[in-house]
């Protein structure tokens, strides 16, 4: 076993000098220094790129059940929250507001027709007296918003509790400090998030990507040159019928396709240069008594 473990840190040991530290000359606050850091292993074939960053804002859970302030905080906890600090800029405002009972309800209802909660679980806490804190955000609690609550008569140590309940505005929110072990039926944890966003260029095997869509954009080029050659003849062939059955045909002294009565007209025709042939012309009797007297 001992020398299982001699091997194990060995290798460790190896493993964590193959690791450059290098030095970026980052600048520290006053106080601490700067020890180096290791870079970034860069992924393959991809280039990130930070774009917007949104500004940090809160989500909320609603929990239900019996329970005190610890079991609430344990069940913000394994929701990787807190309980609920209203701590933020105007976020009293937020918790009255449509939208979060909306969703705190689950449905479209009515403000002035439900039961609005009035013994809310927060994460404010008095560990010490007079010593306010939002647990949760581990800031204290404002000085005005403490002197607002109202304090139950009780030696245990005291939590905020938060109420909800219409006011001649709208819904109001009440602050009360409460004994923290007492059991109570709902809590509002809370988590505190932003949203980055991170563009991603791939650029793995860029080469051989452009060489098949050159290969594709070939082979469509030439099908549609095949095609195009192989469909202009019988487009011809076509246009050439048309135009031989519109127009009359042409004008041939010698008609090879003749019927047997052309052949008959003809062959009258060429009797007829025959006789043409063997007529005689003869001269005026007068030329042939002058003739006849010469001789």
């Known amino acids: 076993m001992k020398e ?12 964590v000098q193959g690791v450059e530290v290098q030095d970026e000359k980052r600048d520290c606050p006053f106080g601490f220094f700067y020890a180096g850091e290791i870079p970034e292993i860069e992924t393959r074939g991809e280039i990130w790129q930070m774009g917007e960053t949104s500004p940090v804002y809160s989500c909320y859970s609603m929990q239900e059940g019996d329970m005190d302030w610890v079991t ?3 069940k913000c906890f394994e929701q990787k929250g807190q309980l609920l600090s209203v701590n933020n800029n105007q976020e009293d405002a937020i918790l009255a507001g449509e939208m979060f009972w909306k969703n705190f309800f689950e449905q479209e209802a009515d403000l002035a027709a439900v039961d609005l909660p009035t013994e809310v679980l927060t994460s404010g806490i008095s560990l010490k007296e007079g010593n306010w804190t939002w647990f949760g955000a581990g800031e204290p609690i404002d000085d005005v918003l403490a002197s607002e609550m109202n304090v139950t008569d009780s030696y245990d140590t005291q939590c905020v509790i938060v109420g909800w309940n219409q006011g001649t505005n709208g819904t109001e929110l009440s602050f009360t400090a409460m ?3 007492q059991v109570y039926t709902r809590a509002v944890c809370e988590v505190r998030v932003y949203t980055q966003t991170w563009y991603v260029w791939a650029t793995t095997n860029w080469l051989q990507i452009l060489f098949l869509f050159t290969l594709v954009l070939l082979i469509v080029s030439s099908c549609v040159t095949v095609q ?3 469909s202009r003849p019988a487009h011809r062939g076509q246009r050439r019928s048309n135009e031989m059955s519109v127009t009359p045909p042409p004008y ?4 090879v396709t003749m ?12 009797k007829g240069k025959e006789l043409l042939a063997k007529v005689v012309f003869y001269r005026q009797p007068e030329d042939k008594q002058k003739l006849t007297t010469n001789a």
């Open 252 to 255: 041939s002294p010698h008609d």
């Open 259 to 270: 019927t047997t009565t052309t052949k008959t007209a003809n062959k009258y025709a060429e």
């Open 179 to 181: 004994p923290c072990m």
């Open 4 to 15: 299982l473990l001699v091997i194990l840190l060995l290798g460790s040991t190896a493993w």
């Open 72 to 74: 609430a905080n344990q």
């Open 228 to 230: 195009i050659y192989s």
